[in-house]
């Protein structure tokens, strides 16, 4: 059975606790989109283990990894990342790079950092990774991948496009420094070095071998459907696609290699950076949410913003991100809440119109007000908890409400970061 691991809101839903557990049963496991703007966090013989673009399946001995197609790559994290692995004796020999992944140049981060501090009102919030500028110039054809590295007539003609172009952009839009091809060729060797012991040139055979031989492939998705870049709540998003459609293109295999996506989200919903937020809590219970489920991101250290869980969006991931279940994380935050908010339905405030669809036009977004029903806590702590039927009556009739509302099965429930802290409520191991 080959599994997509998605993150059905606005990423941190945990999609790094399942893919590692799921990664236990793959054979293959493709990260598929992104770049280090995610965090992904995994909790293991009690260690915690950071990761960014490298595949959470690295844990395992014995597994390829894929830095896939669709992934932007920024070189001097990347080898941060590595070496971070290597010093904690991770065995990271069957990490694979796509030659057909994105690199992000200096330019891009520079542009990045640039566009934020100038943007005022139109902010985002981005990680600051260069993520948004490198996937322009992809769609522009102006970008650099991988595989140029190794080619030095290549990246001598694409530079010789490339540059002119960017360095006009560099200078007269952003007044930023510019960069000389031999500036960027010596760095480009320095990439080529770096990456030399994981690109895999053999990518296509590998991928067919492993659909010859039915092999279990696990897709991993970084930040979450919210986020989309065509779904999300644009502009306000990332700048790739996170839903379960993107596991193709971002991988190399087709809609036929998919039996199940999996949507990870968490009791409640978190959101970092700019945008529109219509269950967030900017109140004592948002703080108390923060407080117990740590919120604070991995990748950059900032605050998350918290709120209720919304239904409304959960429904649309649902149906964009193509999810088959959902692996809800971080209930466990709720064992000392006397009572729990689940939001059903928006209210727009203009005209008392009641939406239980989600209204794709964020603009509006400011206007709309959660519609809540009230669950009862359970007061218990579920941390230990390994079985469904154990789990508190309130805890699982909250389950299956959300079950009834988003019109598909819970198949994983977390109840706390470690890997063992994980009931199976349908077997999809
Ligand atoms: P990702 O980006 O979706 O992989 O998620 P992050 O790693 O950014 O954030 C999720 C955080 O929640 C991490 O610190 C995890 O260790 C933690 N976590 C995951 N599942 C659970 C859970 O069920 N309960 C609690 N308390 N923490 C969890
Ligand atoms: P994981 O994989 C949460 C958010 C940023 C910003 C917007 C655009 O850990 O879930 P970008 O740097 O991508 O151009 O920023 O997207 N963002 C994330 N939020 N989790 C992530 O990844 C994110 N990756 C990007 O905060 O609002
Ligand atoms: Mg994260």
Same mark, same amino acid.
Not at 292 to 318: L, P, Q, S
């Given at each position: 059975m ?18 590692? /557990? ?19 966090t995994?909790?293991?013989h ?9 595949? =959470? ?9 894929? @830095? ?14 590595? #070496?971070?692995?290597?010093?904690e004796?991770i065995?990271?020999?069957? &990490?694979?790079i796509?030659? &057909? ?11 990045? *950092? ?18 948004g ?7 522009a054809?102006i970008g ?6 190794? =080619? ?5 003609e694409?530079?010789?496009?490339? &540059?002119?172009l960017?360095?006009?952009? $560099? ?6 420094k ?25 990518? #296509? ?8 031989e ?6 991993? *998705?970084?930040? *979450? !459907?919210? &986020? ?13 696609n996170?839903i379960?459609?993107?596991a ?16 990870v989200?968490?009791a409640?919903?978190t ?5 529109p937020?219509?269950?967030?809590l ?5 703080g ?13 250290g ?16 649902? /149906?964009?991100?193509?999810?088959t ?10 064992d ?5 908010? $689940?939001c ?17 036009d964020?603009?509006?977004h400011?206007?709309?007000e959660? !519609?809540?029903?009230?669950? +009862?806590?359970?007061g ?10 154990? /789990?508190?009556?309130?805890? +699982?009739?909250y389950?299956?409400?959300l ?6 099965? @819970? ?8 890997r ?10």
């Amino acid at each position: 059975m080959n599994k997509v691991v998605v993150g059905a809101q606005w990423g941190d839903e945990g999609k790094a606790k399942i893919t590692d /557990l799921l990664a236990q049963n793959a054979d293959l496991i493709i990260r598929y989109q992104g770049g280090c703007n995610a965090g992904h966090t995994v909790v293991a013989h009690n260690k915690t283990f950071k990761f960014h673009l490298i595949p =959470s399946g690295i844990l395992y001995e014995g597994k390829t990894c894929f @830095i896939g197609a669709g992934t932007v790559i920024l070189p001097e994290y990347f080898e941060e990342e590595i #070496q971070g692995l290597i010093k904690e004796g991770i065995d990271v020999s069957g &990490l694979k790079i796509n030659p &057909l992944a994105s690199i992000t140049m200096p330019w891009h981060t520079e542009i990045d *950092g640039y566009s934020e501090n100038t943007a005022g009102k139109g902010k985002i919030g981005t990680t600051k990774k260069g993520i948004g500028p490198t996937y322009t110039d992809k769609m522009a054809r102006i970008g650099l991948k991988i595989e140029d590295l190794y =080619s030095e007539e290549a990246l001598s003609e694409k530079l010789d496009i490339i &540059l002119p172009l960017k360095n006009k952009q $560099l200078k007269e839009v952003y007044g930023l420094k510019t960069y000389t091809k031999e500036e960027v060729t010596a760095l480009c060797r320095k990439y080529a070095e770096i990456f030399k012991p994981y690109v895999c040139f053999e990518w #296509q055979k590998v991928l067919e071998d492993a659909k010859r031989e039915g092999k279990a492939v696990l897709f991993e *998705g970084a930040q *979450g !459907v919210m &986020l989309d870049v065509d779904y999300g709540t644009y502009p306000f998003v990332t700048s790739s696609n996170p839903i379960g459609g993107g596991a193709c293109t971002g991988s190399g295999y087709g809609p036929k290699m998919i039996d199940e996506v999996i949507g990870v989200a968490k009791a409640y919903v978190t959101r970092v950076g700019e945008g529109p937020f219509v269950t967030e809590l900017k109140d004592e219970t948002g703080g108390k949410i923060r407080e117990i489920g740590h919120e604070y991101g991995v990748t950059t250290g900032r605050v998350r913003r918290c709120g209720w869980f919304d239904a409304v969006t959960m429904k649309y991931a649902v /149906l964009v991100g193509g999810l088959t279940s959902v692996a809800l994380t971080k209930i466990d935050v709720f064992d000392t809440f006397d009572e729990i908010k $689940l939001c059903t339905a928006y209210k727009d405030t203009r005209n008392g119109e009641i939406y239980t669809n989600y209204p794709t036009d964020v603009f509006c977004h400011k206007y709309l007000e959660p !519609v809540y029903e009230t669950h +009862k806590g359970w007061g218990v702590d579920v941390s230990g908890i390994r079985e469904y039927n154990n /789990l508190p009556e309130n805890c +699982k009739k909250y389950l299956s409400r959300l079950e009834e509302l988003l019109e598909v099965p @819970i198949s994983i429930i977390s109840v706390g970061p470690d890997r063992e802290q994980t009931i199976f409520k349908i077997n999809i191991k």
